[in-house]
């Protein structure tokens, strides 16, 4: 009854474009807390039609489908429709986490010599601004597939919001204007992102009025066909032709490589509903997403190091010291077990046992630093103190993405991470329909790591690639305690291991967990951290004991709810990273 009386009121109400985001001037606010439901993403624009959503009766499915909508209008070089995500829900009612995969696919032309010219790997850079790069969008069938499930609205419902905003366009912030700044370059060198985001050949200005009617149509097309249009028809001709034939500008000296994405590799591409990862932790039950996701077992993992240590009794320069080797351990077991479960066995279990991460635990001396990069160790054979299988090794990739959070009346509750991969992910506009295609294929390693060793997350054909993207919901005796989750490439990973060790274990309330200064340990030599971290008096007492930082500008831009004794919702941004997130609660109180 609630879907049918919801879909009733909703339809009436989010379908005119005058009155969605309406009810308030957006603002960005780190931390509320009240009644009714949560959202809370990196920007207030976004935040606030989800709010709208839930105040007319929607669930979290509903507004986190709307809000991730809207942060295609406002934040394009993070998320859209043309890029991927994974999607974790809680069902009070069943006390059930669900996840959904809407990960990107390789097209099926794709072979593990994909990115290999002349036998070497291409320049990174050179991937990336290509049709190469492009995998199959996930996004779309994502939001369709959790609002069938889950929601109470129809597509059409929960994208009007984001096709208003897009009609009638938003405030440029500096965060934006920085963004097209960025990637002013490679922007200029395709005809339709330059007239998009380089009007005058400048980015768009602060204080001005963005607006992308081209993407509001996509949207109106999208939702009219339900998604028809995208995985099969004349929107999806247009990527593939995009895709094959990139809109270079004349004279451009770029040397923008075409990828081979057919009609029929989108007519394919299916989300998977997967079992979510779960692990203990200080009796506390925490759910993550399964591979091609390494951020459930790498967090998973990590948190599984600690629990030996009560991080709450030892000095802050012990709790850091233990935290980084945590995570340098469990990115050596992540890089070495972890791809697409469809194309390799992936060890989850084993990753996650407690067994496990106690062999890895005794590796870890209060008085001294594991030399970077430490080997893998083998799940399956478990040996204490013993690392078995072979070299393990970092590798970078991109740092943005996007991560919102949700919570309604009935104490459902959504973590959902998506991307386009790299800021501004592959360059490339699909002309005429003013969304970014993503580069997500580069999160494939280019050759293998070890020459001569099997990889688990090399390209193959419809493979996709591995992500560590770590939306993360934590129950307390079935019940919803946090949940929480992050931009960042790798180093969303470590983000979310920080802030729920530092809320957990520290005593942090969630905004000041959310707001520490961050390291992120992925196994190398050197831990980046941001400039605060460094500065902290922790510092010293960690070099002193071997640690080594090198500066990194920012770290994440985490969002999270929690729920108080008393029932109210606490939504928590960041303060200050990405120019600070958007907390909403529906009834402050």
């Not at 049918?4 to 474009?17: H, K, Q, R, Y």
């Not at 709208?52 to 429709?81: E, H, K, Q």
């Not at 009025?209 to 949207?219: E, I, S, V």
């Not at 106690?358 to 054979?381: F, S």
Request: hydrophobic share 40%; proline share 8%; net charge neutral.
């Amino acid at each position: 009854m609630l879907r049918t009386v919801a879909a009733l009121t909703l339809s009436v109400v989010l379908v005119a474009p005058a009155q969605a985001g309406a009810a308030e001037t957006p603002v960005r606010v780190p931390e509320q807390v009240g009644w009714g439901g949560a959202v809370t993403s990196v920007d207030p624009d976004a935040s606030q039609i989800g709010i709208d959503v839930l105040r007319r009766g929607g669930n979290a499915v509903d507004a986190a489908v709307a809000t991730a909508a809207a942060l295609g209008v406002t934040d394009p070089f993070s998320a859209g429709i043309g890029g991927g995500g994974f999607f974790v829900y809680y069902d009070a009612r069943t006390g059930r986490v669900s996840t959904l995969d809407g990960r990107e696919t390789a097209p099926r032309s794709a072979t593990d010599q994909l990115f290999v010219e002349n036998g070497k790997p291409l320049p990174f850079a050179e991937a990336v601004t290509s049709g190469l790069s492009v995998g199959v969008p996930g996004t779309p069938k994502t939001w369709q597939q959790a609002l069938r499930r889950w929601g109470t609205l129809n597509l059409r419902q929960a994208m009007a919001p984001a096709e208003a905003l897009a009609r009638r366009g938003f405030v440029v912030d500096q965060t934006f204007n920085t963004q097209v700044a960025n990637n002013a370059a490679r922007f200029a060198d395709f005809t339709s992102t330059r007239d998009l985001y380089l009007p005058g050949g400048k980015p768009p200005a602060v204080g001005s009025t963005f607006r992308n009617p081209q993407l509001a149509d996509t949207y109106r097309e999208l939702a009219r066909t339900d998604l028809a249009s995208l995985y099969g028809g004349p929107v999806g001709r247009d990527l593939v032709k995009t895709v094959q034939q990139p809109p270079v500008v004349p004279g451009s000296t770029r040397n923008v490589r075409p990828g081979a994405m057919e009609i029929s590799d989108l007519a394919r591409y299916q989300v998977e509903r997967r079992e979510p990862t779960h692990s203990r932790y200080r009796g506390l039950d925490v759910y993550g997403m399964a591979a091609p996701s390494s951020g459930g077992t790498t967090v998973g993992e990590a948190l599984n190091i600690l629990e030996s240590t009560d991080l709450s009794e030892v000095s802050g320069v012990e709790y850091l010291h233990r935290f980084i080797e945590s995570t340098k351990l469990s990115f050596a077991d992540r890089l070495r077990w972890v791809g697409d479960p469809a194309f390799t066995r992936v060890p989850t279990d084993g990753l996650l046992s407690q067994e496990f991460a106690d062999t890895r635990a005794c590796l870890i001396k209060p008085d001294a630093v594991l030399p970077a990069p430490q080997p893998a160790a083998d799940p399956d054979n478990p040996k204490p103190c013993e690392a078995t299988a072979g070299p393990s090794n970092l590798r970078e990739d991109a740092e943005r993405t996007t991560h919102l959070t949700v919570a309604d009346r009935w104490g459902n509750v959504v973590a959902y991470t998506l991307t386009i991969e790299s800021e501004g992910g592959s360059g490339i506009v699909v002309p005429g329909r003013g969304f970014l295609l993503n580069n997500e294929l580069t999160d494939f390693e280019f050759v293998p790591p070890t020459a001569g060793v099997p990889h688990p997350n090399l390209p193959g054909p419809g493979k996709r690639p591995r992500s560590s993207m770590a939306p993360t919901i934590v129950l307390d005796h079935g019940e919803v305690k946090l949940a929480v989750g992050s931009p960042g490439g790798a180093t969303i990973i470590t983000t979310v291991t920080q802030i729920l060790t530092g809320r957990l274990d520290r005593g942090m309330s969630l905004l000041d967990a959310v707001a520490a200064p961050r390291a992120s340990q992925r196994n190398s030599a050197t831990t980046p951290a941001e400039a605060e971290f460094i500065a902290a008096a922790t510092t010293a007492g960690l070099q002193a004991i071997g640690h080594k930082f090198s500066q990194n500008a920012e770290i994440g831009a985490a969002t999270g709810v929690e729920r108080a004794p008393d029932g109210r919702w606490r939504a928590v941004a960041e303060p200050t990273r990405r120019g600070g997130g958007a907390a909403r609660v529906v009834c402050v109180g």
